[in-house]
């Protein structure tokens, strides 16, 4: 199993530019997660999909879409990329919503916006 | 002010000592309490669960919880190098909500 897989690793954009950053688990689990890290600040919620064809809002939701194509893949987009928007960006799932279950991490996208 | 508080370090110990790591935290809302080791340039990953207040061993580690106080802690005895990584709380509600991360390094 790969577990949970997140293509690009690294990325450089211009301001404005648009990306779509792709996560893909093979667990079967029903949640989907995407939070970035920055120094000092920890890890922050961006979007989460509690099951298929649900997403919610976390803590940091401006200037970032999401899409739960399927039960497997959560992306997440970058309409309009800002230099604020420099960040490591972490996927994640677990088997269902919800705190108190573990969450499985991507090895990052390391995303930097000039 | 921020739900979960962790002092971001760094801390530096040489190989055998008791390393030990803190969080404290506002919500008293919280029901679990974790730590996710995280080494340089990967994802985390979950290393210890707690539910209630009290301690809970897992070989080398040790989580304890004292939610009168809304502190937790994480105790690593006998540290080797390959315990350098950032470590970071978590606490959840309906999400989980991480501390800042603390790196560790431990020195042979």
């Known amino acids: 199993n790969a577990g949970v897989t997140q293509t690009p690793k690294f990325q450089v954009l211009k301001t404005g530019q648009s990306m779509t950053l792709q996560c893909a688990q093979d667990m079967n689990h029903n949640s989907m997660y995407w939070y970035r890290q920055d120094p000092g600040m920890g890890l922050r919620l961006i979007y989460y999909s509690a099951s298929e064809g649900t997403t919610d809002k976390g803590e940091v939701p401006n200037g970032y879409n999401v899409s739960r194509l399927n039960k497997r893949e959560f992306s997440l987009r970058l309409e309009s990329a800002a230099p604020s928007q420099t960040s490591v960006y972490f996927c994640a799932s677990s088997e269902r919503a919800g705190g108190s279950y573990e969450q499985y991490f991507g090895p990052g996208t390391r995303l930097t916006v000039t | 002010q921020k739900e979960v508080e962790q002092d971001p370090g760094p801390l530096s110990v040489p190989e055998g000592a008791i390393v030990s790591l803190n969080c404290t935290y506002s919500n008293s809302a919280f029901q679990y309490f974790m730590w996710y080791r995280q080494y340089s340039r990967k994802g985390p990953e979950l290393l210890m669960y707690?539910?209630?207040?009290g301690n809970k061993e897992d070989g080398r580690f040790t989580a304890q919880v004292d939610k009168s106080s809304k502190y937790i802690s994480l105790f690593i005895r006998d540290s080797q190098p390959s315990d350098s990584a950032t470590y970071l709380c978590?606490?959840?509600?309906?999400?989980?909500?991480f501390g800042a991360g603390t790196t560790v390094t431990v020195r042979a």
């Open positions: 707690t539910y209630s207040s």
């Open positions: 978590a606490m959840n509600d309906y999400k989980l909500s």
